[in-house]
């Protein structure tokens, strides 16, 4: 019976706020990573993207304005990452909080000395457990400028990554992964990557990803959506567990 009952939802929703055909083509030229997905998987994504503006608040503020384009390309971006998990996997938060450009919360940070600063960090995207993601929509418009790059799918990873707790790098695996060999792949990786900076290598993906493990997962993220060959060829083992996570192969 429940299933019914949600399977009723979601057709009355996808009848009801349909995304246009021309404001769908327009969000595939823009998402790289919808783009390479075949038809029946942009479909799934369709609808998820439908299911994702409904449920999910986006508010603009200073002054900028989003419209229906605009907001049918963030929701393709935010589902790519659930394409085959689906969209219960956002459930528990309600707000997306999208600022012109890169923005800087100013809050109370107790150093060693136990001494309160304010911080003035500059952020392009932040996400909070159970509260909102915040956006900046400038970073949103660059994706696809740097390869690999891609602040939206970055921010909700951290989402999927906080379902069962604090971030850590740790999101709930699948029944059938093994949090051993998934720890081990994405450590080892985190191991290599430190030492080879520490060497004055360049690296293969974003350094912002050694600044914490759950940074680490959500540029990998990035990277495996947005730039998936170089990640397989750079770092194989976290490539496979993220496709086992994701359930996805992208190309």
């Known amino acids: 019976m429940f299933n019914k009952i949600r399977n009723w939802r979601v057709r009355r929703i996808l009848a009801r706020h349909p995304i246009a055909e021309s404001l769908w083509r327009d969000a595939l030229q823009r998402c790289t990573p919808a ?3 075949g038809a029946s998987d942009q479909a799934t994504l369709r609808v998820l993207a439908t299911l994702f503006l409904d449920g999910k608040s986006l508010e603009p503020v200073k002054d900028l304005q989003l419209n229906d384009a605009d907001r049918v390309l963030l929701a393709t971006h935010a589902c790519v990452p659930i394409l085959k998990l689906g969209i219960d996997w956002y ?23 136990g001494v309160v600063h304010q911080t003035n ?56 992964m093994d949090r051993r060999v998934w720890w081990k792949a994405l ?20 350094p912002y990803a050694l600044e914490s ?14 730039a998936p060959a170089s990640l397989r060829q750079h770092l194989p083992d976290v490539y496979r567990q993220l496709t086992q996570f994701y359930r996805q192969h992208p190309n």
Not at 127 to 137: N, Y
């Open 213 to 226: 493990p759950a940074e680490f997962f959500a540029v990998a993220s990035e990277q495996f959506f947005e």
């Open 35 to 37: 783009r390479r997905l």
């Open 91 to 113: 459930d528990g938060w309600h707000s997306i909080i999208v600022y012109p450009d890169a923005f800087m919360p100013r809050r109370p940070q107790m150093d060693a000395a």
């Open 187 to 206: 450590s080892s990786a985190w191991d290599r990557l430190h030492e080879a900076q520490r060497n004055g290598a360049d690296l293969p993906m974003d």
């Open 121 to 176: 960090s500059v952020l392009t995207g932040e996400a909070w457990g159970r509260g909102p993601v915040i956006l900046s929509w400038a970073d949103v418009l660059n994706i696809g400028q740097a390869p690999g790059h891609n602040v939206v799918i970055h921010e909700m990873a951290h989402k999927l990554d906080m379902l069962n707790g604090a971030a850590n790098g740790f999101p709930p695996l699948h029944r059938r």
